[in-house]
């Protein structure tokens, strides 16, 4: 079992819409998880870390956290074609999953 | 506040050649990383500085993966010699322990592209 899954994509949502991207990980113990963004050929940029258990808001962008479920997430709320990129899960900061492939098409 | 540089952007060596990697971290941090990116993939932890000593190179393949971060402050990871699956995206990271919300952000630099032919 890998330490951070998520679904490689395409997520494929129309401009406006909701997009909800998941991770689920393996260890228990993780304290802190983190959402970045990387658009192709550029390096991650953090978007959003989150340590508690529920929602944590940030202009358009919302993560949610459940530890007992090991799973976090992330809301993109009306998403625009910028949004177009990789978001990368990690875990305890280091540890990154694949990244989910978000398009956004107009 | 300039970021993290890297040098060179990309590297095209064969196969059982050596390259070297070049990153100076934000002016102040204190902990620096180094990643593997494969394509398709994510980063990869290789090895993590403090200052000037290694707090994690669990992941780093020691039999052909070295680096050095002399002084504290710049660095460099080496491959000598290289493989096929060495072709990836290396990426070098700066963080400062600070308070406040933001003490565990990371800063990325461009990374420098290797290909192994």
């Known amino acids: 079992q890998k330490e951070v899954e998520q679904n490689s994509g395409p997520l494929s949502v129309p401009e406006g819409a909701i997009a909800s991207l998941n991770c689920t990980y393996s260890?228990?113990?993780?304290?802190?998880f983190f959402w970045y963004r990387q658009y192709s050929g550029k390096s991650p940029e953090l978007i959003m870390f989150i340590y508690s258990n529920g929602d944590k808001e940030d202009g358009r962008f919302t993560a949610q956290l459940n530890k007992a479920s090991q799973y976090v997430s992330l809301l993109i709320r009306d998403s625009q074609p910028s949004d177009s990129a990789t978001y990368l899960c990690?875990?305890?900061?280091?540890?990154f999953g694949t990244g989910t492939r978000l398009q956004v098409f107009p | 506040e300039a970021g993290v540089a890297q040098s060179p952007r990309y590297k095209i060596i064969e196969k059982r050649q050596s390259v070297a990697f070049w990153c100076n971290p934000i002016?102040?941090?204190?902990?620096l990383y180094w990643y593997q990116q494969i394509l398709g993939q994510g980063p990869k932890l290789l090895i993590q500085?403090?200052?000037?000593?290694?707090?994690?190179d669990s992941q780093l393949p020691k039999d052909r993966f070295s680096a050095e971060r002399l002084k504290g402050v710049d660095s460099t990871l080496k491959i000598q010699p290289a493989k096929l699956e060495d072709s990836a995206v290396y990426l070098c990271?700066?963080?400062?322990?600070?308070?406040?919300?933001?003490?565990?952000?990371?800063?990325f630099g461009p990374g420098t592209r290797l290909t192994v032919l």
């Open positions: 990271a700066s963080s400062s322990p600070q308070t406040g919300e933001f003490d565990n952000e990371q800063f």
């Open positions: 002016s102040g941090h204190a902990t």
């Open positions: 500085f403090q200052n000037n000593g290694v707090v994690d």
């Open positions: 990690a875990v305890k900061r280091l540890i």
């Open positions: 260890d228990r113990g993780s304290q802190s």
